[in-house]
């Protein structure tokens, strides 16, 4: 797959970007990595033309873009960037940051479902179930009501001491 054209200037700053990544990038960035949208492949901080795309799938011609607040307070340079990647043929999915943090599976989602609308004449039928699904949910009623919030927000990380532990009430 070509990949678009990028000022070579910007690689360093990808890379930094790579190491400094907001905690919504980092988020999504576990379910997008490693070919898990339906075996498509995305990069991170990936440079194009004058811009670094916070994901870009090179073979669906796909950016997807996390806006938080720098974002709000520049809508002209995003419609330029906007205009410049239609172009090149790139579609651009914006998601907010706030809805990226509280849910990245629903963001990883949303995805599927645009690639499965646009795409789905390159998708082979072991595409079209999600791959973080746990195949002992298949056909029960928690998978028909799976739980889409982030693993922070059902104490995942809590659990796994990652947050420093409020003391029990009674002690």
């Not at 989602?109 to 298949?138: C, K, M, V, Y």
Request: with cysteine; hydrophobic share 30%.
């Amino acid at each position: 797959m070509d990949s678009p054209p990028y000022n070579p200037n910007l690689k360093q700053r990808a890379r930094e970007l790579r190491k400094e990544g907001t905690l919504a990038e980092i988020l999504l960035w576990r379910h997008l990595k490693s070919g898990q949208r339906l075996d498509f492949d995305f990069h991170r901080q990936k440079p194009i033309l004058e811009w670094i795309a916070d994901f870009y799938c090179a073979e669906l011609k796909l950016v997807v873009e996390i806006d938080g607040d720098s974002h709000r307070a520049k809508p002209e340079s995003d419609a330029v960037k906007e205009s410049a990647f239609r172009s090149l043929g790139i579609t651009i999915l914006r998601f907010g940051d706030q809805e990226t943090k509280r849910s990245p599976e629903g963001v990883a989602l949303q995805i599927d479902d645009w690639i499965r609308a646009n795409h789905a004449g390159r998708l082979t039928t072991s595409q079209h179930t999600p791959p973080f699904e746990h195949p002992s949910r298949e056909g029960t009623q928690a998978h028909a009501s799976a739980d889409l919030s982030s693993p922070l927000e059902r104490g995942g990380a809590q659990r796994r001491g990652v947050f420093a532990r409020k003391p029990h009430p009674s002690r």
